[in-house]
Structure formats: C-alpha cells, structure tokens
C-alpha cells in the first residue's frame, strides 16, 4: 500500500483553496522527495484533520490545491504524557519520535538529580526546538494529524508543582503493584455507573489520562522519590527486568494502550 507524503504546515488551511507551503514544507517536498508538478500529497496543521491536495509550483514556489477536509481517527481514545529523566547523548530525540509513532500525547523533558546531561542557554534553547521538529516529523510519518507537544525543559520540583492535579504512574522496582494491575483499577473506576448510564447520550465520558514517570540513567534519587510520591504519584513495577531508559517509557506506553484496549 502507498502512502503518500504528508506534510505539517502549521498555517491555516481551507477547504478547496490553494495554499503556499511553508519553507520546511517545501524544501521537504522539491529537493528531499523530488516531487512534481500534480504529485499527490496530504496536508495537515495539527488540528485533528487532513487535506488531500495536489502539488503545485508557482514562479518557482511550492504551492498546493486542497480537497476535502478529512476526519480521520489516528490519535489515541484517552491521553497519555511521558515524563522523561533527561538521558545522555541524543537518546532523547529517539524516545521523542517513538513515543510521537505511539501515539503519545506530551512529552515533559525533566533534569533529574542523575541527568548526565545539563542543559542551559542557547544551547537548551537550540535542543528544544531541535525536539520539537522530530515531534513533528514523527507526526507526518506515522499519520497522525496532531503534533506531540514536548514541554521545556524543567526541574522535577517545577514539573510536580504544576502537575499536581494530573494522574501519574511512576516506573519503579520496588512499587506495590504493576502497572498493569494499576491501570486496570483505573479502567475500572472509569466505567460510567448506572446513574451515568442514564445520561450517556447527551454526556460524553471523559476521556482516560495519565502520565509515566521516568527517570534518567541513574534513576531518581532517594530525595525525588519522596517528592514524587509526596505528590500522590503511585510507584508501579513493569517485569522483572531493568531496562534502559529510553526503553521504560516506550515500552509502558505500548504496554498501556494494549491493556486499555486503545489498539
């Protein structure tokens, strides 16, 4: 099967109008893929939907005419944010493209205790973007029409300060329960009760959301884990085995979306 190419271009777009892609957009499109004239192509801006278009290039600009707009269901029932120990080298980028193809919805970079790598200035300010632009290409690639949102850069004590009232799940070997065991509380106390029943069709449930915590090649210091669970954040096993962690959090979420049905 063909996939076509797909582009992000944060601009607005309309139905049946042509539009100018945006620099990325058609460097990406004339001399990465060597398109032409009439190539079929599909556009989105991060709002949910598609246009399917057809490339065009006018006095030497890349242009496209836009179909329909399309509805199409590649995102995930319910959110799921990874809040990652800041790793060494560029294992980031790669758990930010992957958990963009999974369909993850945040990502929240954190500077742990542990963190190798320490980040601060134009060079932070350079890294962001840097990840942000993997987020969007992971986005295209995997046919999702919303962009994974990598948060700046912060210190565990910020992310806690302001995540207080989001449900989160901290990969730990020493939790009580698995992560499985605790999602599955979790989907049960989501079910709408008989009260709820009556007024399912005008009151759409609320749409599952939960984050996973991991930390840095070290993990969390003694300190952190107290913060954490000071927070209210619940410390889950995942197997017997350790793994790395640009592996954890990848590996949770699958695991997540298969135990919650959201294949």
């Given at each position: 099967m063909h996939t076509l190419p797909r582009f992000y271009c944060p601009i607005p777009l309309l139905a049946h109008t042509r539009v100018a892609l945006p620099d990325a957009a058609a460097h990406h499109a004339s001399r990465a893929l060597r398109l032409r004239e009439g190539d079929a192509i599909v556009l989105f801006n991060g709002d949910g939907t598609q246009y399917p278009a057809l490339l065009r290039f006018e006095q030497g600009r890349a242009m496209a005419d836009l179909g329909p707009q399309q509805h199409t269901r590649?995102?995930?029932?319910?959110?799921?944010?990874?809040?990652?120990?800041l790793p060494s080298g560029d294992k980031m980028d790669w758990v930010i493209e992957k958990a963009a193809e999974l369909g993850v919805s945040d990502v929240f970079p954190i500077t742990a205790e542990r963190s190798i790598v320490q980040l601060s200035g134009n060079r932070l300010e350079k890294r962001q973007l840097h990840w942000q632009r993997i987020a969007e290409s992971a986005s295209e690639q995997s046919g999702r029409n919303r962009i994974v949102q990598v948060h700046p850069l912060q210190t565990l004590n910020a992310y806690l300060q302001q995540a207080s009232a989001s449900l989160g799940y901290l990969c730990h070997p020493e939790g009580e329960r698995s992560l499985l065991?605790?999602?599955?509380?979790?989907?049960?106390?989501?079910?709408?009760?008989?009260?709820?029943?009556?007024?399912?069709?005008?009151?759409?449930?609320?749409?599952?959301?939960?984050?996973?915590?991991?930390?840095?090649?070290?993990?969390?210091?003694?300190?952190?884990?107290?913060?954490?669970?000071?927070?209210?954040i619940?410390?889950?096993?995942?197997g017997a085995r350790?793994?790395?962690?640009?592996?954890?959090?990848?590996?949770?979420?699958?695991?997540a979306i298969a135990t919650l049905g959201w294949l």
């Open positions: 590649t995102e995930l029932p319910g959110r799921i944010g990874l809040v990652q120990g065991q605790a999602l599955a509380t979790l989907q049960q106390t989501s079910q709408p009760g008989p009260a709820d029943a009556l007024t399912s069709d005008t009151i759409a449930p609320t749409p599952l959301s939960f984050r996973l915590l991991i930390g840095p090649e070290g993990g969390w210091s003694p300190q952190e884990l107290r913060k954490v669970q000071a927070a209210g619940e410390a889950v096993t995942f350790i793994l790395r962690t640009e592996t954890a959090g990848l590996a949770m979420t699958a695991a």
